[in-house]
């Protein structure tokens, strides 16, 4: 049997998903049966997984110890993948570290969350280098994995904010759902832009090419962004954009729509002529998070990545520097 007391990092929490976290390789069915048969207990008396956590709580779990043992372990237990991350990915910007999250400034060419691929994530990079800190360790992991909490496409360089335990998950999450996040990028586009202020459209997920499609349909999704101008010539713009709603690929669909692809980007146009690129340039440049109750409004920018900073002094000269 094991005895379990709520500390105040999991207040709050349903008690089947903090059983869930605690038991990961249990199926969610039988979690459920051993509760009804009182085999998990809180507080000494029959649950049914719906109750709120409050701290102090106990939680019983009548297992023996190496069924217990058995359901607590995941493939994700081998620490060796984000060590090696850790290693592999080399040294990520920090722009900011509090207690319970962390900002990367992302590279171009790192995924923001694995995916089949088996190639290093954001996400794998980020418990190895809080590994690395001591800020977890083996055992918490077990309960609380840290995560990103936004995404980037793999060639978007820039802010990635990722929670560091289970209060930051639940803090920016809350500022995300409450459309407390502001989220500015800096994107290189063909053409001298013209078409500065809010712009809408409605499109639709093409699975095959894994692209947005625009529609007049109405019950599509909405994707809306606000462009700004900071320096132009006839041959390219750079433009601060106001990301307004969270579709993916939203920036770089929507400029090519409006006529002026991101440069170096090939799924939407914008790979051709002198201005080739080995990626699309785009940088998630600004993140200000507003109406935390236990922080003040913060802002985070991050470096304008050497690849976007090198176009912009051939094309706007040689002592550019970014100015907004």
Excluded at 67 to 73: G, W
Excluded at 117 to 127: F, H, K, Q
Excluded at 136 to 143: A, D, G
Aim: aromatic fraction near 8%.
């Amino acid at each position: 049997m094991k005895k379990i007391t709520v500390t105040e990092e999991y207040s709050s929490q349903r008690l089947d998903k903090y059983l869930k976290r605690l038991l990961p390789a249990c199926p969610g069915s039988l979690l459920y049966k051993q509760l009804r048969k009182k085999n998990i207990t809180l507080n000494g008396s029959k649950a049914d997984g719906s109750e709120s956590l409050k701290t102090g709580d106990t939680v019983e779990i009548f297992f023996s110890d190496e069924t217990f043992e058995k359901f607590s372990q995941t493939e994700d237990q081998n620490l060796s993948r984000y060590v090696n991350a850790y290693k592999t990915l080399g040294h990520m910007d920090v722009v900011s570290e509090k207690d319970d999250f962390i900002v990367f400034n992302k590279p171009a060419g790192i995924l923001s969350q694995g995916d089949n691929s088996g190639a290093y994530s954001v996400n794998d990079y980020l418990i190895g280098y809080l590994l690395n800190s001591g800020a977890v360790n083996e055992e918490s992991l077990k309960t609380v994995k840290p995560s990103i909490c936004n995404r980037l496409d793999r060639n978007t360089s820039g802010l990635i904010i990722c929670s560091k335990n289970l209060k930051g998950a639940r803090l920016i999450n809350d500022l995300f759902h409450d459309r407390n996040v502001t989220k500015y990028y800096l994107a290189l586009c063909l053409g001298r832009f013209d078409k500065e202020g809010i712009h809408t459209a409605y499109v639709r997920k093409d699975e095959k090419d894994n692209r947005l499609i625009f529609t007049d349909d109405k019950n599509s999704a909405e994707i809306k962004n606000g462009f700004e101008v900071i320096e132009a010539t006839e041959n390219l713009s750079l433009l601060k954009v106001h990301l307004y709603t969270g579709k993916s690929h939203q920036i770089r669909a929507h400029l090519s729509q409006l006529g002026f692809p991101i440069t170096g980007d090939p799924k939407y146009g914008g790979n051709k002529g002198k201005y080739r690129a080995g990626r699309q340039m785009l940088h998630a440049y600004s993140l200000q998070l507003t109406g935390s109750p236990d922080h003040k409004d913060m802002i985070f920018t991050a470096k304008v990545p050497s690849d976007m900073a090198s176009i912009c002094k051939r094309e706007f000269g040689e002592d550019w520097e970014l100015k907004i």
